[in-house]
């Protein structure tokens, strides 16, 4: 069973997931409000949002081994700090070259603060333990990307754009003093690094280094271009190419090398490289919905921005209202059924959010709202329980780290899918029957998202119908009481 400490270190990380996945998607609301204050158009703005998610996918690769070589605790602390310093250099900017230097700092504290914090909890995790444990932390990649329009559009309309760096400072200031306590409590164990121990590990990767971090920053750039509508397509193909060059070299390099940054032999383990795989599909399709959903209701509804912003603020009241029932499900049900189910509602929902129209009754799109959340809640959930299911302590790290690129780069990729289905839609619209109207283009885009989901629903068939017993508790299903593996 999980202690007053291993909780209260689980929903310390998670109020840090929230803080980082919150600033990954705010600034997009204040834009127009930014760059009126910092006297530059408003498409200059996005290199704010870009700076962010280019430094945490360049970075979040290093976080195992500065864990490994520095300790946990020192890391985390220092992280946490360095994001809250760095939000207050935000605020205080006082042009957009500052703001960007500042953000890349922020950052630099965000790629540590999460993949090293979910490294001390899952460390000291039983098994059995897991699922609810995820649930404390997944709560926050949910909530964050729906919250955000709303708190964003809040802030630019009643106060300073500002305040949207301002908020961070007495959340990190408790996350510090939190963090300080809980991890004095926390015994050091084998299976990581110590809270503030010399170092056992390895050199460090210097080539891993280079080429992980130039690869996935290119792809990261790459799909900041996707997600500007009039980028034209050829610098968009050449960081894609330069990235797909650089991130195959990083393959061959880290499979090839005795201590690599990251060790991708943890993709040999069924259930890990299925959360990597269904779940990047899985975090694309759901990381877009609260970025499309907002456009139409706005420009083709024609609603205000509050309005839409609160309808979709549902897609949160659906993740809050399955979160209880999760663990249950988990053991009920078990991985494979529960994905399986997840990835066809999420399919489902965005099938039928095609089909809205001005007319819709209000109440019908809320519905659909709150199932949409509801399933990419389990779903998420589900993916990254099934992830550490049966991960060994010694491919821990390595598989953390992992882990936690992958989620950071679909997250980054959300917009980017959302911006190319939308280009497409409007271009297959003119190619379908009768007249397109403006709805035409986000039906198009909704039902090629529902593709991607697809291929979840497709890996999720595919995984052994025992898939992560380890961590499930023995349900009573049937009238009969299944054996967990251990």
Not at 22 to 36: E, N
Not at 38 to 55: D, F, K, N, S, W
Not at 193 to 205: E, G, I, Q, R
Request: glycine letters at 8%; charged letters at 10%; one cysteine or more.
């Amino acid at each position: 069973m999980i202690d007053t400490h291993q909780r209260n270190t689980a929903l310390l990380v998670a109020g840090c997931f929230f803080m980082e996945n919150l600033d990954g998607t705010i600034v997009a609301t204040a834009a127009p409000r930014m760059a009126a204050s910092l006297h530059v158009e408003p498409t200059a703005v996005g290199l704010v949002i870009t700076a962010y998610l280019l430094t945490l996918a360049v970075l979040i690769p290093l976080s195992g081994w500065l864990a490994a070589r520095y300790g946990v605790r020192r890391i985390f602390l220092t992280a946490i700090s360095l994001f809250t310093l760095a939000s207050l250099a935000c605020a205080l900017s006082a042009n957009l070259w500052q703001l960007v230097a500042m953000r890349v700092l922020q950052g630099v504290g965000g790629a540590m603060m999460v993949p090293v914090g979910r490294l001390t909890v899952m460390a000291r995790t039983a098994k059995p333990d897991i699922p609810k444990t995820m649930a404390y932390i997944v709560w926050a990649g949910l909530v964050a990307p729906v919250i955000a329009p709303l708190l964003g559009g809040f802030i630019t309309t009643y106060a300073d754009w500002r305040w949207m760096f301002l908020i961070n400072l007495p959340l990190g200031l408790v996350a510090l003093l939190v963090a300080r306590r809980l991890l004095d409590a926390t015994p050091a164990t084998n299976s990581t690094p110590t809270t503030n121990a010399t170092s056992t590990a390895p050199s460090l990767d210097r080539i891993g280094v280079l080429l992980t971090a130039t690869g996935l920053g290119a792809f990261t750039w790459a799909a900041h271009l996707l997600s500007e509508p009039a980028e034209p397509w050829a610098p968009v193909l050449l960081a894609l190419g330069l990235s797909v060059v650089l991130l195959t070299a990083a393959v061959r390099h880290l499979l090839r090398t005795e201590h690599p940054l990251i060790s991708l032999r943890t993709l040999r383990v069924p259930t890990f490289r299925a959360s990597v795989t269904g779940g990047t599909a899985f975090w694309i399709a759901v990381g877009a919905v609260p970025f499309l959903l907002p456009l139409l209701f706005q420009e083709v509804f024609g609603w205000s921005a509050i309005k839409s912003g609160t309808v979709v603020l549902f897609v949160f009241v659906g993740n809050i209202g399955v979160k209880p029932t999760t663990t249950y499900l988990l053991n009920r049900f078990g991985f494979r059924k529960l994905l399986l189910g997840a990835s066809l509602g999420v399919t489902a929902t965005l099938v039928a959010s095609a089909f809205l129209t001005a007319a819709t009754p209000l109440v019908l799109i809320v519905v659909l709202t709150v199932i949409s959340g509801a399933a990419r809640s389990v779903g998420l959930t589900g993916y990254m329980t099934i992830a550490f299911s049966e991960v060994s302590a010694e491919q821990l790290r390595h598989a953390n780290t992992l882990s936690a690129t992958a989620q950071q780069l679909a997250a980054g990729l959300g917009v980017a899918a959302a911006t190319v289905a939308l280009r497409a839609g409007g271009a297959i619209g003119e190619l379908l029957p009768g007249t397109p109207s403006a709805r035409t283009a986000y039906a198009v885009a909704f039902g090629l998202l529902a593709l991607v989901t697809l291929t979840a629903v497709v890996g999720a068939y595919r995984l052994h119908p025992g898939a992560g017993d380890a961590v499930r508790r023995s349900p009573v299903a049937a009238g009969k009481r299944p054996v967990v593996r251990s």
